[in-house]
């Protein structure tokens, strides 16, 4: 896989922390300029800093990807460094699980911008700065709640509900353009973000019941987006690809 993706420039954001951080080391690893993308600047400039003393080629942007003038600005200055940008990985989100009557309309418009807004600009921000003749790959971070219901995720899910519906839609719609639109499910990494909302006792529950038998790691998640990235999956379009460990099929 390794001279395949080597020259690609990929865009992930949220990559401050968590799986975007793995993803954007792992596809340094192989050989991509990575763009790293995170609200958080110490992070993004943390991951690009990694991802260059293990000898790859990082840019750090610190931006809010449900910001469309910031987020569009990021992607110019990443295009204009590497020429275009060949992959956009959808991955900044605002993890919160709260019981619906507590869900309060800031809350619920910030998850919104950042998730679903924030990942119609990487699409966006994709078809214009690709090369049109090479075509390019989208990457949304769904989760196996958009599929199943889980107490108290309310609004997480249908966001991650909504990444599924807009997967499927842009596969349809920007195929024809030679762009790949996918998504990847991960079931339950204990990342940064996700630790705070599950006790410990939960983790523990799922690490005995997830057909696996473990919880998920990060490098699970971005060994998988490497690979929807990568030349072996020229014919995959539209695929939700779980990496849960058999979570969405036990149901
Ligand atoms: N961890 C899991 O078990 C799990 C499971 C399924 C799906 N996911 C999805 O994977 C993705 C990454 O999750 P994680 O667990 O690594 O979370 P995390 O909270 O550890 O990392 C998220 C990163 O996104 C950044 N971010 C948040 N809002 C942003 C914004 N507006 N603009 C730019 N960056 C922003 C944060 O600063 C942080 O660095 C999310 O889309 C999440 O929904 C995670």
């Not at 790293?36 to 080629?57: K, N, Q």
């Not at 110019?76 to 590497?82: G, H, V």
């Not at 919880?215 to 690979?227: I, M, P, Q, T």
């Amino acid at each position: 896989m390794t001279r395949e993706l080597s020259g690609q420039a990929v865009l992930v954001t949220g990559a401050g922390r968590g799986l975007g951080r793995s993803v954007a080391e792992r596809l340094a690893s192989l050989g991509v300029a990575v763009g790293v993308i995170d609200i958080d600047s110490g992070a993004c400039r943390g991951t690009a800093e990694a991802i260059r003393r293990a000898g790859g080629t990082a840019l750090a942007y610190e931006a809010d990807v449900a910001d469309r003038a910031a987020f569009a600005d990021a992607a110019s200055r990443f295009a204009a460094e590497r020429g275009r940008i060949d992959a956009v990985v959808n991955n900044a989100m605002l993890l919160k699980y709260e019981p619906i009557e507590r869900v309060t309309e800031a809350v619920l418009d910030r998850m919104l911008a950042i998730g679903i807004k924030g990942s119609v600009w990487g699409a966006q921000l994709l078809l214009e700065h690709m090369d049109a003749e090479r075509g390019g790959a989208l990457i949304n971070m769904a989760s196996p709640v958009a599929e199943r219901g889980y107490p108290n995720t309310a609004v997480y899910s249908l966001v991650k509900g909504a990444l599924v519906t807009l997967t499927r839609t842009l596969a349809a719609e920007l195929g024809p353009r030679r762009v790949r639109v996918n998504a990847v499910a991960p079931g339950s990494v204990p990342t940064p973000g996700a630790v705070g909302l599950n006790d410990p006792a939960e983790y523990e529950r799922r690490a005995r019941t997830i057909p696996l038998r473990r919880l998920g790691r990060e490098e699970d998640n971005a060994e998988a987006v490497a690979f929807l990235l990568s030349p072996a999956a020229s014919f995959i379009n539209g695929e939700i690809l779980h990496v849960d460990g058999g979570i969405a099929a036990a149901g």
